[in-house]
């Protein structure tokens, strides 16, 4: 099935650092979606790229649909300690008929930050 | 800001007994999802839902899953026969187009 490769696994940074992960695919997307989730609760929506080559901000947050539809990247600028979290990357593809289909999620990136 | 809900937070239940998860979706979406995740692994799909019928199941949503609409607000999640392995954190979302929204999850212990 499909699958998409999420790096890094974690990251230890200073506070005020920048960050940056990513995702790949062997199969294409329609959608890139990134979420964060803290221990214990749901994944919470930062940004969505619906189109290939879209470049997003979301605050210092910033991602980016790759050319290729198969994969994305998510920079966080100036971190601060409450970006601590796992940050999920998911891929959506439709449904024949252009229903929406599910997500398949990356396994996730660990960030830790140190103040 | 409209969010969806999920009841309850936590249930335990004992190996062979029957769950009910609910969720109510954000008011004006149309399309449903279950996801879970084991603890400490991704999040996976089981099923999404849309016009009253299931569009898409996974291979993990076996004959002992299934999923209602009861009335215009609530969907739920039904496990009729538990096993160990359904301890997970099982998460409901939906949406009007493409982002889907997650709710905050409920954590299922089996015993």
């Known amino acids: 099935g499909q699958q998409l490769n999420q790096s890094p696994q974690s990251m230890f940074i200073q506070e005020g650092e920048d960050v940056s992960m990513n995702c790949t695919s062997s199969?294409?997307?329609?959608?890139w979606l990134w979420y964060k989730q803290d221990p214990g609760e749901g994944p919470v929506l930062l940004i969505a790229l619906y189109k290939a080559g879209e470049l997003t901000s979301n605050g210092r947050l910033t991602a980016q649909f790759g050319i290729t539809r198969k994969d994305s990247f998510l920079n966080i600028s100036a971190s601060i300690p409450s970006d601590v979290g796992i940050y999920f990357c998911a891929g959506l593809t439709l449904n024949y008929g252009g229903s929406q289909g599910n997500l398949i999620f990356g396994k996730g990136t660990k960030l830790s930050v140190k103040p | 800001e409209p969010e969806v809900t999920q009841t309850p937070s936590h249930q335990v239940t004992q190996m062979g007994q029957e769950v009910i998860l609910r969720c109510v979706p954000i008011?004006?979406?149309?399309?449903f999802y279950w996801y879970r995740q084991i603890l400490g692994q991704k999040v996976e799909f089981l099923v999404s839902f849309y016009n009253n019928e299931i569009s898409e199941k996974s291979e993990i949503f076996d004959d002992q899953f299934s999923v209602e609409r009861p009335d215009g607000s609530n969907f739920t999640l039904k496990i009729r026969s538990t096993k160990l392995e359904d301890s997970a954190m099982y998460f409901c979302a939906s949406s009007l187009s493409r982002p889907q929204y997650f709710g905050p999850g409920t954590r299922l212990l089996v015993l």
């Open positions: 199969s294409i997307f329609n959608t």
């Open positions: 008011s004006n979406h149309l399309y």
